[in-house]
């Protein structure tokens, strides 16, 4: 529902339009998506016309979370006013839309160089809406628990992850040897940070992109 109010000291002497955009911003512009309108009477001063509710669609390309409902008085500028810059009203409204993340995650608070040892991790849809497609988790190691601050390592192990429905999970193990010092690919020892990634590839749009990592604490020796 919306409500129009001429707040001039005079007639509006023509009917117009409050028409509403679709727009993942608050800002008005030509990329926005106008998804509905409503007739607006002929309005005396200080007097207000209030709409039904009635139901628009989304924008097929919309993407999931916070998006925003701008409403535009006289959008078809027909109507001269004393004020144009006070026609608009934004509303933010969240689309659903999937949500991965990582909800457990396991492995020894000690690994030894050259020795085997095994990641196990929960990889959820916490969002609304399947995912629609399958999903990588990935692992690194770390000198930092904050992915990409520090020295990383993206071990060649992962877990595939089938097409999640909402609420569902896909537990993963996978195996690992950190090679030996002076091998390829081996890290110094002191305390690393394993952290789980899922959706590593960026694949899948999401309601929320800052909840996909997990992270444990281990001894490299």
Known sequence: TDTTKNQGTGQTKIASKTCIFFSRD????????????RSVPILNAGSSSSGSTFTLPIPSGALPGTNYLILVADGGQI????NESNNTRTKSI?????????????????????????VKD???NQGAL????GSTTSFYLSTTAT???GTQVLLPVSHTVPDLIAGASDYGVVSYTIPISGQPG???AGTWYLIAVADAGKLVVETDENDNTRTLRVTVK
């Open 186 to 188: 081996t890290v110094a």
């Open 26 to 37: 608050a800002i008005l512009d030509a990329t926005d998506t106008k998804i509905g309108e």
């Open 147 to 149: 992915l990409g601050t």
């Open 94 to 118: 969240f689309v659903a839309g999937p949500d991965l993340a990582v909800t457990a995650l396991s492995a020894p608070t000690t690994v030894t160089k050259g020795t085997a040892f095994t």
């Open 130 to 133: 399947p995912v629609g497609k």
């Open 79 to 82: 109507v001269g006013e004393t």
């Open 122 to 124: 929960t990889t959820k």
